[in-house]
């Protein structure tokens, strides 16, 4: 956790266990995001190159920023069964981009 009054110097880097222990505790089988990457393919691209996504990961921390991009999400309605032509019949969830979750 950043403290705001922490120096980029003073944050811990992110270590490689850490980061594949957090990817193997994203939930799969959801739909995916705005970029329609699953957690199935960003669990196989951390094990495949994860000094990569290490890097990527530790640099933003560094900044302390989360990429804009990664806090978008796509809205979509979900079917309660009752009456089609009632908003009430409907529940919105937010499918949050896999690589953000990681994150989180």
């Not at 980061?19 to 957690?39: E, F, I, N, R």
């Not at 196989?44 to 991009?69: A, M, S």
Request: with cysteine; charged share 20%; aromatic share 6%.
């Amino acid at each position: 956790m950043l403290v705001s009054n922490q120096t980029a110097e003073q944050v811990p880097v992110f270590l490689k266990e850490e980061m594949t222990s957090a990817a193997a505790k994203l939930k799969t089988g959801k739909a995916p995001g705005v970029d329609q990457l699953s957690t199935e393919a960003v669990i196989t691209l951390i094990r495949t190159v994860p000094d990569v996504f290490l890097d990527v990961l530790n640099q933003l921390l560094k900044i302390q920023e989360f990429l804009r991009t990664w806090k978008e999400a796509k809205v979509t309605l979900l079917w309660k069964g009752k009456s089609m032509h009632s908003a009430a019949s409907y529940r919105p969830i937010c499918l949050l981009r896999a690589l953000g979750k990681l994150l989180c």
